[in-house]
């Protein structure tokens, strides 16, 4: 992806050839799968209208062949979103950005949360077998000498030569 300086004529040439009826449209029907785009393949954490313009812009470029050029694609959709875009199709993509923001909100929460509630977990799983309670509960090399084969030889498990 390149960020080279373009000119008016380039401007110019991409307004020319875009097709407005598919850059005007959301670029997914629903804020679901916009929020999972955002979170899968975009690097921004905040989504807005002017940014799922861009993503429509972008695909177009690559439909005409043209360069991917983020300063090209920023410019031709601020005189779009300014010149082309009637009030309510700029309300349909802030209100979309807006719904799939709120998306990722929740799933951020979500993970936050359930990664907290993990971080919390110190109760100690019962096992029948050994294995068993060495897959629920991790294994202790400690002093046992069952595991022996796992250290380096010459070291004979002895955990304090390592800091465990």
Do not use: C
């Amino acid at each position: 992806m390149s960020s080279r300086v373009f000119s008016k004529f380039e401007l110019e040439n991409l307004l020319n050839n875009l097709d407005y009826d598919e850059v005007s449209k959301l670029p997914y029907d629903n804020p679901d799968t916009i929020a999972y785009h955002a979170r899968r393949y975009a690097r921004i954490q905040t989504l807005d209208g002017m940014g799922l313009l861009k993503w429509n812009i972008e695909n177009e470029t690559q439909k005409l062949f043209l360069e991917k050029n983020p300063n090209l694609i920023n410019s031709a959709a601020m005189r779009i979103w300014e010149t082309r875009l009637k009030p309510f199709q700029r309300q349909e993509f802030e209100k979309m950005a807006k719904d799939a923001n709120e998306i990722n909100q929740i799933k951020r929460q979500i993970i936050e949360d359930t990664q907290n509630r993990i971080a919390r977990i110190d109760i100690t799983q019962v096992g029948n077998l050994d294995f068993e309670h060495s897959f629920f509960n991790g294994t202790s090399f400690g002093n046992n000498n069952k595991y022996e084969f796992l250290f380096p030889a010459g070291s004979s498990g002895n955990s304090e030569i390592y800091g465990w």
